[in-house]
């Protein structure tokens, strides 16, 4: 579902690590509720460029834009790697409920322990939520980040790579929840993957950066041509 | 025991110190912080010297000196490469200015002593009564940024996606943990001070897997500890901070074991 209203604008935005330029005069105008791939090989700069949009690194030039103002943009971000060792100590449960800072009390109130609760059912959680989060599976451990990601409601949600590690079934599991809530509450989605045929099963727009600069449109335009010729070009 | 009046401050001090220890451990261990806590005892043991080189109390001295240096650690600690050279260099240069205070302040041997490895007697209620004031201030600030506390500390990745102010965050804490340090160096003396502050938490962590039960838990050890502690220091004359190290560091050996011998089990 896509309204009119843009939530994320990118102002010729560029990013050079010393001596190593990223990305460069980037422009992008993101509308709410829009449901965006982000493909490019590996080391191109995606995860660069997700990490600048959430004002985690500094751009050397341009400028990222949340609209209308920065107050109303609610970002939920699964990154593509986290610190969580084996001896990490706590559940699923708590580690989901660490996101919810809006209320005071040291507990969680009736109500946010619902949303927890009502979150983790929707991730296939539920019968894991005691389980120590640093003995989960890889995949169960990205369903956690999703979980903690959505369960203060966000309205962008960036993954980054975040259904690599996902077997077939669960990657569509998780891609058809982020899509019910992309589609019932206009959630924009900003999906960093290589994986291309999820990019057209569920993305409307897709960006490809390139190391020669960006190309954007359609998923449509997203043709095997495009990602072949870009992959001949590296390999 | 409790027939004497410094048994019960001993007791009454311990029992506050296992409290705040219990919950501030279970930040200090989800930080990674252990050896930083290190360092700010042995900051607390040169402010002490210092105290008492002033003519003030020695919880005074490690009060500024814990407070102050927290804040500087807490300004260098942002490249963390550096960090543990830079804690190190530190630490030596503090210890080293204790010693130079306390030959300065020209007091007998069984005062540093006391300040390194703790002391039952030496615990008047007007002590309790100041670390009861200054424990209540440290709960009231956890209370106050609990949430934002908990989230920094267990998911640092997180907390920085949601836009905490995750480096206030964490010179407030590190604040927090001078205090701490200060309060409990009063009964296990400073160079034990660590072990309250790390071991219990770091053995609660393998059976609790909420922060609010791995508080629980480590306050228990950590009372467990201190009153055993006291009890057998006062039957057999040994030092308390001797029996509570050895009574924590077998409960975290025991923890160790059984979550090794439990992971084996499962292949
Ligand atoms: N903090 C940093 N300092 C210097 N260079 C960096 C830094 N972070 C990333 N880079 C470099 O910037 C480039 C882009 O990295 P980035 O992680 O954004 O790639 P990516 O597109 O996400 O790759 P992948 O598909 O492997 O996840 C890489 O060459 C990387 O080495
Ligand atoms: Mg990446």
New binding site residues.
């Given amino acids: 579902m896509t309204t009119t209203a843009p939530i994320l604008k990118l102002d010729h935005l560029g990013m050079t ?2 001596g ?1 330029p ?1 990305f460069n005069d980037l422009n992008l105008t993101i509308h709410r509720g829009e449901f965006w791939s982000i493909v ?10 997700m990490r600048t949009i959430l004002h985690q690194l500094r751009p050397t030039t341009g400028r990222v834009h949340y609209l209308p103002t920065s107050s109303t943009v609610r970002i939920g971000y699964v990154p ?1 790697f986290r610190n969580i060792d084996a001896d990490y100590p706590l559940s699923i449960r708590d580690f989901v409920g660490l996101n919810l800072t809006g209320w005071k009390l040291p507990w969680l109130s009736r109500r946010e322990r619902a949303r927890v609760t009502d979150i983790l059912a929707q991730t296939g959680l539920a019968q894991l939520v005691h389980r120590p989060i640093g003995q989960a599976s890889g995949g169960e451990k990205q369903k956690a980040y999703l979980a903690q990601a959505l369960v203060e409601r966000p309205n962008l949600l960036i993954l980054d ?1 975040s259904t690599a590690s996902l077997d077939p079934v669960t990657k569509t599991e998780l891609l058809d929840l982020v899509q019910k809530i992309n589609q019932q509450m206009a959630l924009t989605v900003l999906f ?1 993957t ?1 994986d291309i045929p999820m990019a057209r099963r569920y993305a409307e727009q897709f960006l490809m ?1 390139t190391p020669q600069g960006s190309e954007q449109g359609p998923i449509a335009q997203l043709t095997d041509q495009k990602v072949w010729h870009e992959e001949a070009q590296h390999v | 025991m409790f027939e004497y009046e410094f048994m019960r401050n001993a007791f009454a001090a311990g029992t506050i110190i296992a409290i705040i220890c219990g919950i501030m451990g279970v930040f200090v261990i989800a930080r990674n912080m252990s050896f930083l806590t290190h360092t700010l005892s042995e900051i607390g043991f040169s402010g002490a010297a210092f105290g008492i080189f002033a003519g003030w109390t020695p919880l005074s001295g490690m009060l500024l000196f814990t407070v102050i240096s927290s804040v500087i650690v807490g300004r260098l600690s942002v490249r963390a490469e550096r960090r543990e050279a830079a804690i190190s260099a530190i630490s030596a240069l503090f210890i080293g200015l204790g010693i130079l205070f306390l030959s300065l302040a020209n007091t007998n041997a069984s005062y540093a002593t006391n300040i390194l490895f703790g002391s039952v007697i030496g615990i008047s209620s007007s002590d309790v009564t100041q670390m009861l004031t200054l424990s209540i201030l440290v709960l009231i600030v956890i209370l106050a940024i609990y949430r934002f506390l908990k989230f920094d500390s267990f998911d640092h990745t997180g907390a920085l996606v949601k836009g905490l102010w995750t480096n206030t965050l964490s010179v407030v804490f590190l604040v927090l943990l001078a205090l701490s340090v200060s309060v409990a160096a009063q009964i296990v003396g400073s160079l034990l001070i660590f072990i309250l502050l790390t071991l219990p938490a770091a053995t609660a962590k393998y059976f609790a897997h909420s922060v609010g039960r791995m508080m629980g838990l480590a306050i228990v050890l950590a009372l467990v500890g201190v009153w055993s502690g006291l009890t057998l220091s006062y039957l057999t004359n040994y030092p308390v901070s001797f029996f509570i190290a050895a009574i924590e560091a077998l409960f975290y050996f025991l923890a160790l074991g059984w979550q090794t011998t439990r992971t084996a089990a499962k292949g």
């Fill in positions: 690590f010393p190593h990223v490019g090989e590996n080391g191109v700069g995606k995860t660069t460029l593509q790579e960093v290589h950066l």
